[in-house]
């Protein structure tokens, strides 16, 4: 009955839609998975606390589920008018936020509304540009192989988006977090300014982010809440088409609070060979300074993307993670896997994917001791080989974007 209900009030919203003469549309993102350790029990990811990221093939130990409905309800001048809501899930596995009194983890997975905003295409008195206001994922420049956001802005705001100055496309947010204290909240000004034409195959991008406290007195209590630190964050990524058959990428990032400081380069690089196998390649560096005491990492990798026949394709990756902090030794992880695909296509992005996978990574006795620490898998991976320098899984795992 349940069903049967839901199932007639989804009917009746699309005949409504249809009916006002707005159209809607559904796109979104998944991935979810299974697996084994070798020791017995649940798959475990490897990654080195202290590294930013991890590298995700056969190395993912979560769900992510992000459904989109985009409903275009109006059209006025050649601009169109949107509503994009996104009930989106991110769920680590072991993850006990939703426990029950026994400390369990609940197999519950639940959506919290990840994008829910309004905004207008193609306005042409704001220079043709977007604007909007909502909840969004916004000013996400990511890597693939590692699925690093090196910009992300996500959160509640309103701004104008790509407007055309000529020589490139401006935007420009004001992001708060509604939920934080009437009294005490964190304002930022994300801008920024791509489609910089530099080279013949190449393009500039520049992202800008100051932040800054707002804050009153408490009426009722007379309490101001600390200081806070001013902080920017600036990012400059040059791309170049058509190198070695895909896109390079070189990027360079410094951002602060007060004494907190993170300084990075990154070079990305994608390609083809032999019409078959697709490549990625990454290289990352990275200072991050807290109050005077410094913490280095270093990062390599790439992947291969191969089409055996029909449907098939065969996957390798390695990389190799290092950090190094101030007065202590340096960890090292180098983590490997070779997975089979069946596929929705041809290319080596086409997708829905299935892979069947085997990973192996070995790591250093400085990283061992550390291995629970600051990083959302750790304390899995330290259960099953916190008494090793290695470790392997093998699992499936599905991935789909529409």
């Known amino acids: ?75 006025y001048e050649g601009s169109d008018w949107h509503v994009l809501v996104m009930p989106g899930v991110y769920r680590a596995w072991g993850d006990t936020e939703f426990a029950n009194a026994a400390g369990v983890g609940s197999s519950e997975l639940v959506a919290r509304f990840g994008q829910v905003y309004t905004y207008g295409n193609n306005i042409s008195a704001l220079g043709g540009g977007r604007l909007w206001a909502g909840r969004r994922f916004y000013n996400r420049l990511q ?19 790509d407007v055309n100055v000529g020589f490139g ?52 209590t007379g309490i101001v809440a600390d200081d806070q630190d001013d902080g920017v964050a600036v990012g ?41 196998t697709r490549f990625d390649l990454i290289g990352e560096y990275r200072v991050a300074s807290d109050h005077g005491v410094d913490s280095k990492w270093t990062a390599i990798g790439g992947r291969t993307d191969t089409r055996i026949s029909g449907p098939f394709r065969l996957l390798a990756e390695v990389g190799n993670d290092r950090v190094t902090p101030d007065g202590a030794p340096t ?47 750790g304390e899995r991976l330290a259960q099953v080989y916190g008494d090793k320098r290695s470790g392997t899984s093998v699992g499936v795992q599905t991935e789909a974007w529409w």
């Open 331 to 377: 960890r090292s992880m180098t983590k490997f896997t070779l997975a089979g695909a069946v596929s929705a296509g041809p290319e080596a992005w086409s997708r829905p994917t299935i892979r069947l996978f085997v990973t192996h990574a070995i790591w250093n006795e400085a990283a061992r001791q550390v291995l629970s620490q600051n990083w959302v898998n």
């Open 1 to 75: 009955m349940k069903t049967t209900t839901l199932s007639l009030a989804a009917m009746l919203a699309a005949a409504s839609t249809c009916a006002s003469g707005a159209s809607l549309d559904f796109s979104g993102y998944m991935r979810a998975g299974v697996g084994l350790n070798a020791r017995g029990g649940t798959q475990v990811c490897y990654g080195l606390p202290g590294a930013d990221s991890k590298f995700r093939l056969g190395n993912e130990c979560d769900y992510v589920i992000e459904p989109t409905f985009n409903a275009k309800l109006a059209t």
């Open 143 to 161: 890597t693939g192989i590692n699925d690093q956001y090196l910009e992300n802005n996500d959160g509640d705001g309103a701004g104008l988006e």
């Open 236 to 276: 400059l990524y040059q791309t170049l088409g058509g190198t070695l058959g895909g896109e390079t990428l070189v990027g360079a990032k410094y951002d602060r609070i007060g004494e907190v400081r993170n300084s990075r380069v990154v070079v990305q690089q994608s390609g083809s060979f032999l019409q078959t």
């Open 169 to 220: 496309k401006f935007s420009i947010g004001f992001m708060l977090n509604p939920r934080d204290a009437a009294t005490n909240n964190r304002l930022s000004i994300p801008l920024r300014l791509t489609n910089l034409k530099t080279l013949p195959n190449g393009e500039l991008s520049v992202y800008v982010t100051p932040s800054t406290q707002v804050k009153s007195r408490n009426r009722l």
